[in-house]
């Protein structure tokens, strides 16, 4: 089965950058857009092909009820499962890691937990060997929260962060803050240091916006 797109990508970053790919079916976001759904015996044939191109991770590829086919397809693959961005609270979070249906856990705090029961989460992903990598596609407040929790657990590896040029960049992530967020040369976004989330909400910028809308 061919993967043009990742193959694609692959060609346009060289050997040395990591690839995530993200399959979107663990929640019903259908609305957007028409693409398959996934059963088992896809998952793993596309995992195996995955794997085949150097891909880090592979996002989702299963309902996020589907305990018992993820465990399935993690344990039938050397590549990396995660997912959980909409899962919630700490007790799917047990199903998830107790049954090992991902190699890395991807909660959200504004979707999935809170911080706290974010630093809950990764413990008990840290006692079974796993990683926790949140969700943090939303904007600057969600990147400010999730942050926290990155900064706060051994077993974070990575940061994902909404970043998708021309139209998805910083300065419209984070268009409800007086500051964006500042991904340095090397892909690094740096811990606030502020009291709170570290982070400054714009009244003025967020009331403009609802003008508009009424
Ligand atoms: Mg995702």
Redesign the pocket.
Same mark, same amino acid.
């Given at each position: 089965m061919p993967y043009p797109a990742v193959e694609a990508v692959r060609d346009a970053v060289g050997p040395d950058m990591e690839i995530m790919v993200?399959a979107?079916q663990a929640w019903p976001i259908h609305g957007f857009s028409e693409y398959p759904t996934w059963d088992l015996k896809r998952a793993m044939v596309t995992a195996r092909e995955l794997e085949a191109l150097g891909v880090a991770w592979l !996002? !989702?590829p299963l309902g996020m009820y589907d305990y018992d086919a993820l465990s399935t397809l993690t344990a039938s693959t050397a590549l990396n499962i995660s997912g959980g !961005?909409m899962n919630s609270d700490i007790f799917e979070f047990r199903e998830l890691i107790g049954r090992r249906c991902y190699d890395i856990l991807q909660p959200d705090v504004t979707l999935s937990c809170g911080i706290l029961n974010g630093k809950k989460i990764a413990g008990m992903a840290e006692a079974a060997g796993l990683s926790l990598n949140p969700?943090t596609w939303t904007n600057g407040i969600g990147l400010a929260a999730n942050l926290h929790l990155m900064g706060a657990i051994p077993n974070c590896t990575y940061c994902e962060f909404p970043y998708e040029p021309p139209g998805w960049v910083p300065e419209a992530r984070d268009a409800m803050l007086a500051r964006p967020f500042d991904i340095d040369g090397e892909g690094y976004v740096h811990l606030p240091e502020a009291p709170g989330l570290g982070i400054e909400v714009d009244m003025e910028k967020i009331r403009a916006h609802g003008e508009k809308i009424l």
């Open positions: 993200d979107n !996002e !989702e !961005e969700h």
